[in-house]
């Protein structure tokens, strides 16, 4: 009987654009989801002078060839935030998994602020 491998590929989904100061600003969930705190998740962003891109991350790298700055790679507690979508330019929403809650999903809501054309926490 042949041995069946699963390679678990990264994903890129949930992308959320918003307007701000000349520049279009697209943010994506990037890494391996719906694996609580073995979940890979990252949220990158990318900005461009036109809604169809090309999209580049702090570096100048274009977001379709793996390009992309990290905004949130979680920490020990929130791991794999992901889902992202914004209020406006002030505010971002996602979820992640609460290590301290045997990996339970939980709903994040951040101030986004913005230091140089460029998004932060």
Not at 41 to 62: C, E, H, K, M, S
Not at 80 to 96: E, K, Y
Not at 101 to 115: R, Y
């Amino acid at each position: 009987m042949p041995v069946v491998k699963m390679v678990m590929a990264k994903v890129i989904e949930a992308p959320a654009i918003v307007y701000r100061d000349g520049y279009y600003y697209l943010f994506v969930s990037v890494g391996s989801c719906c694996r609580g705190v073995d979940s890979t998740y990252t949220i990158r962003f990318g900005r461009a002078t036109q809604i169809t891109g090309p999209y580049l991350d702090q570096n100048g790298v274009n977001m379709m060839n793996d390009g992309g700055s990290i905004l949130d790679a979680g920490n020990t507690v929130w791991i794999g935030p992901s889902g992202q979508d914004l209020f406006g330019t002030g505010n971002i929403v996602r979820h992640a998994y609460d290590a301290n809650d045997n990996g339970t999903p939980k709903l994040l809501i951040s101030d986004l602020n913005w230091q140089n054309g460029w998004p932060k926490y």
